[in-house]
């Protein structure tokens, strides 16, 4: 099967998300370019609002959403849920245990030498656990880390090709800690079969990935499936696919179980594609779309990393996402976790969790410690949350265009706060800031500046390939050397807001911003694109 390349309107997209950031292609260019807006004739027309009627979106608010944006319930679902919440995500931590090696697709994305790329990054293998021993795992995890609050299963294959072990695994830890949320993600083939027995263990929050609407673009990702005993290929197999994986979705949505969709972003194959995904996922009712970059590179030994096929640059992704504002509600906090990950997202704490350490642990699972705990973290997202409310307030008017948008990156290590070193960095947190609000909008991985004390100068120019759409960095601190090299790629260094929480920085930063803009002192520029780091992550990386 051949690679397509990129057509007129994709080039169009990117043309767009390479011209500035203040002119990304929003839905409104969209729809003026084409019918990519138009809704599936067999679908029912959306409508707005944060109802939670028949197959229709929850909340029309976001993941950034707060309890006044949708219903209670929907609210009690999320709220610690860092996946679900990007808020959440800030503070809460989620884990996976690998107990499902099997899949029944083949994706063009996927090695199977690897996790499940539909909802992990290539380049890591999983430690694969027997329900028991994941459970153990589980209980583990939970008395160490008591801000845990979700047990994800996805993989290392998909979760719903091995179903016995996944639902022995939730059903054991559903009787031994029942505070855990269950989460589970799939690829969404044997998914109508099992949507039952996913509701008698209370499995609030499943993930389908869903790359198509339209089998013939899905016979370009997906080469066979296994159906009904035998392999079934090309157009018929994406089909096939195609109508298990909206029945599933429409049966989750009817019983009232969260969903989110995790779309691969493929240039060139299915970009210009994703805004008719997103609506017909909207109009079954997803909670959530997570638009996720390819990460495709030979050494995977995937059929497109050996293709040449690529994965899309940062600005292309946020074009495409901006673009589907308005449908089903973004996620863009998504870090493409392993199937064995632990803790926050974006960092990777597996290592201190292999069965020989639990071995050697003292587990005790104390349900009042959990507690107590996560209502000191209530209050610290609360503090946060009151935080960025008094920052908007204070924003001011200027003789500056209100339309201005920036970027800026933020070195943190948890907590909702500006409080890493530029040189410890191995992820820095990416907000829109404008006048009207700090948007998380993506994160990009780095390799360490720092390594034991001195700064690897080589390292510098792939940090700044990595933000280099952004207009200032926020850092806890931050050498000579690198400070010089930002400016010199017209990036401000910051390191005024030290332990002050992100979005009250980054919107302070920017009201300096505008009022230099207005004395005259700097002229506002728009910036470049940046690169979305390909290689093979690790654990540590
Ligand atoms: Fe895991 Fe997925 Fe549940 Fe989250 S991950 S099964 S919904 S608990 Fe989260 Fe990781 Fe992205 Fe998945 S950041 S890859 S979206
Ligand atoms: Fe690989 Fe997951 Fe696709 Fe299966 S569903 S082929 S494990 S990426």
Same mark, same amino acid.
């Given at each position: 099967?051949?690679?397509?390349?990129?057509? @007129?309107?994709?080039?169009?997209?990117?043309? %767009?998300?390479?011209?500035?950031?203040?002119?990304?292609?929003?839905?409104?260019?969209?729809? %003026?370019?084409?019918?990519?807006?138009?809704?599936?004739?067999?679908l029912? #027309?959306?409508?707005?609002?944060?109802?939670?009627?028949?197959?229709?979106?929850?909340?029309?608010?976001?993941?950034?959403?707060?309890?006044?944006?949708?219903?209670?319930?929907?609210?009690?679902?999320?709220?610690?849920?860092?996946?679900?919440?990007?808020?959440?995500?800030?503070h809460?931590?989620?884990m996976?245990?690998?107990?499902?090696?099997a899949?029944?697709? &083949?994706?063009?994305?996927?090695?199977?030498?690897?996790?499940?790329?539909?909802?992990?990054?290539?380049?890591?293998?999983?430690?694969?656990?027997?329900?028991?021993?994941?459970?153990?795992? +589980?209980?583990?995890?939970?008395?160490?880390?008591?801000?845990?609050? +979700?047990l994800?299963?996805?993989?290392?294959?998909?979760?719903l090709?091995?179903?016995?072990?996944?639902?022995?695994?939730?059903?054991?830890?559903?009787?031994?800690?029942?505070?855990?949320?269950?989460?589970?993600?799939?690829?969404?083939?044997?998914l109508?079969?099992?949507?039952?027995?996913?509701?008698?263990?209370?499995?609030?929050?499943?993930?389908?990935?869903?790359?198509?609407?339209?089998?013939?673009?899905? #016979?370009?990702?997906?080469?066979?499936?296994?159906?009904?005993?035998?392999?079934?290929?090309?157009?018929?197999?994406?089909?096939?696919?195609?109508?298990? &994986?909206?029945?599933?979705?429409?049966?989750?949505?009817?019983?009232?179980? *969260?969903?989110?969709?995790?779309?691969?972003?493929?240039?060139?194959?299915?970009?210009?594609?994703?805004?008719?995904?997103?609506?017909?996922?909207?109009?079954?009712? @997803?909670?959530?779309?997570?638009?996720?970059?390819?990460i %495709?590179?030979?050494?995977?030994?995937?059929?497109?990393?050996?293709?040449?096929?690529?994965?899309?640059?940062?600005?292309?992704?946020?074009? =495409?996402?901006? @673009?589907?504002?308005?449908?089903?509600? *973004?996620?863009?906090?998504?870090?493409?976790?392993?199937?064995?990950?632990?803790?926050?997202?974006?960092?990777?704490?597996?290592?201190?969790f292999?069965?020989?350490k639990?071995?050697?642990?003292?587990? +005790?699972?104390? *349900?009042?410690?959990?507690?107590?705990?996560?209502?000191?973290?209530?209050?610290?997202?609360?503090?946060?949350?009151?935080?960025?409310?008094? #920052?908007?307030?204070?924003?001011?008017?200027?003789?500056?265009?209100?339309?201005?948008?920036?970027?800026?990156?933020?070195?943190?290590?948890?907590?909702?706060?500006?409080?890493?070193?530029?040189?410890?960095?191995?992820?820095?947190?990416?907000?829109?800031? %404008?006048? @009207?609000?700090?948007?998380?909008?993506?994160?990009?991985?780095?390799?360490?500046?720092?390594?034991?004390?001195?700064?690897?100068d080589?390292?510098?120019?792939?940090?700044?390939?990595?933000?280099?759409?952004?207009?200032?960095?926020?850092?806890?601190?931050?050498?000579?050397?690198?400070?010089?090299? *930002?400016?010199?790629?017209? $990036?401000?260094?910051?390191?005024?807001? =030290?332990?002050?929480?992100?979005e009250?920085?980054?919107?302070?930063?920017?009201?300096?911003?505008?009022?230099? $803009?207005?004395?005259?002192?700097?002229?506002? &520029?728009?910036?470049?694109?940046?690169?979305?780091?390909?290689?093979?992550?690790?654990?540590?990386?």
């Amino acid at each position: 099967m051949g690679i397509t390349r990129p057509n @007129a309107r994709v080039k169009k997209i990117k043309e %767009s998300a390479m011209q500035a950031a203040a002119s990304y292609i929003n839905i409104a260019d969209l729809k %003026s370019s084409g019918n990519a807006l138009a809704a599936p004739a067999d679908l029912p #027309a959306t409508g707005g609002g944060c109802g939670t009627h028949g197959g229709e979106g929850k909340a029309s608010c976001g993941t950034s959403g707060g309890p006044d944006d949708m219903p209670q319930e929907i609210w009690d679902k999320v709220k610690n849920h860092p996946c679900y919440s990007e808020e959440a995500h800030h503070h809460y931590a989620r884990m996976h245990v690998a107990v499902a090696p099997a899949c029944n697709i &083949q994706c063009n994305y996927c090695n199977r030498k690897y996790d499940c790329s539909n909802e992990s990054r290539p380049g890591v293998v999983s430690q694969k656990l027997t329900p028991e021993q994941a459970v153990k795992k +589980v209980l583990a995890v939970a008395s160490e880390i008591p801000q845990m609050t +979700v047990l994800g299963i996805a993989g290392p294959g998909d979760s719903l090709a091995s179903p016995k072990k996944t639902f022995e695994t939730f059903r054991m830890l559903q009787e031994q800690a029942p505070d855990i949320k269950l989460c589970l993600s799939t690829n969404g083939l044997a998914l109508p079969d099992l949507v039952d027995e996913i509701c008698k263990y209370n499995i609030d929050h499943v993930t389908i990935t869903i790359n198509m609407v339209d089998p013939e673009i899905g #016979a370009k990702i997906y080469p066979w499936i296994f159906w009904d005993h035998k392999r079934v290929t090309g157009v018929e197999a994406a089909r096939i696919l195609h109508e298990q &994986q909206m029945k599933g979705l429409e049966m989750l949505t009817a019983r009232g179980v *969260l969903t989110k969709i995790n779309s691969v972003l493929i240039p060139g194959v299915n970009d210009e594609h994703m805004i008719e995904v997103n609506k017909a996922v909207k109009a079954r009712g @997803a909670f959530l779309h997570n638009i996720m970059p390819l990460i %495709s590179e030979p050494e995977h030994g995937t059929y497109f990393g050996l293709n040449g096929q690529r994965g899309p640059s940062a600005q292309e992704l946020k074009a =495409v996402q901006d @673009a589907c504002m308005g449908g089903a509600n *973004l996620m863009r906090h998504c870090r493409q976790c392993r199937a064995d990950a632990v803790g926050l997202l974006g960092e990777d704490r597996s290592e201190e969790f292999t069965l020989d350490k639990i071995e050697e642990m003292e587990v +005790v699972y104390d *349900l009042d410690r959990r507690r107590s705990y996560q209502d000191k973290v209530e209050t610290e997202r609360q503090a946060q949350h009151a935080a960025k409310v008094e #920052a908007l307030a204070s924003q001011g008017e200027l003789e500056v265009d209100d339309s201005i948008k920036v970027l800026v990156a933020v070195a943190t290590k948890g907590g909702g706060r500006v409080n890493e070193h530029f040189g410890h960095v191995t992820e820095f947190q990416v907000f829109e800031v %404008s006048a @009207a609000e700090a948007l998380f909008v993506g994160h990009r991985r780095v390799d360490q500046y720092c390594q034991g004390g001195f700064g690897e100068d080589e390292q510098l120019p792939s940090v700044v390939r990595a933000i280099n759409d952004c207009h200032a960095v926020l850092v806890a601190k931050i050498g000579a050397c690198p400070r010089d090299e *930002l400016k010199g790629a017209g $990036i401000e260094p910051v390191d005024a807001y =030290v332990d002050e929480f992100i979005e009250k920085a980054a919107l302070s930063w920017f009201a300096d911003y505008r009022k230099r $803009i207005a004395s005259g002192e700097i002229e506002h &520029q728009a910036r470049g694109d940046a690169s979305i780091r390909q290689g093979a992550y690790t654990a540590a990386a």
